[in-house]
């Protein structure tokens, strides 16, 4: 069994920035590949990155693409998700998964394993 705990979540201006965290236990995040996804009331579930764990090659969605940053923390067993220039259109939920194996990363159907998700607010 695989826990995840997201923090950081919260309320910021557009042009802001926000760090969220992903706390893992019962499995080491070097050994799963981790994914960031975002949520909004009505909408389809929306990757936003991911990070293998295989030489931690990133991903991330266009939407994101040179604003975001996701990385993980060995000996802490955490992933983060970096969020600069935040814009309203970034507000949803946003949750962390973890996938035991296989591809498809951009998927929620890939990952075996989610966090209860934070809210992320961006204010014009």
């Known amino acids: 069994q695989v826990h995840l705990v997201e923090s950081g979540g919260g309320s910021v201006q557009a042009g802001g920035s926000l760090r969220l965290s992903c706390a893992t236990s019962?499995?080491?995040?070097?050994?799963?590949?981790m994914g960031w996804f975002r949520q909004v009331p009505g909408n389809e579930r929306e990757f936003v990155a991911t990070?293998?764990?295989?030489?931690?090659?990133?991903y991330y969605a266009d939407s994101v693409k040179g604003r975001f940053t996701i990385s993980r923390d060995n000996a802490k067993n955490t992933v983060y998700l970096e969020m600069n220039s935040l814009k309203p259109e970034d507000t949803a939920v946003y949750y962390c998964?973890?996938?035991?194996?296989?591809?498809?990363?951009?998927?929620?159907?890939?990952?075996?394993?989610w966090g209860q998700g934070t809210q992320v607010t961006v204010s014009s």
């Open positions: 019962g499995r080491t995040v070097s050994s799963v590949d």
């Open positions: 998964a973890a996938a035991a194996r296989g591809y498809g990363l951009t998927f929620p159907s890939s990952y075996d394993y």
């Open positions: 990070i293998t764990r295989s030489v931690s090659r990133t």
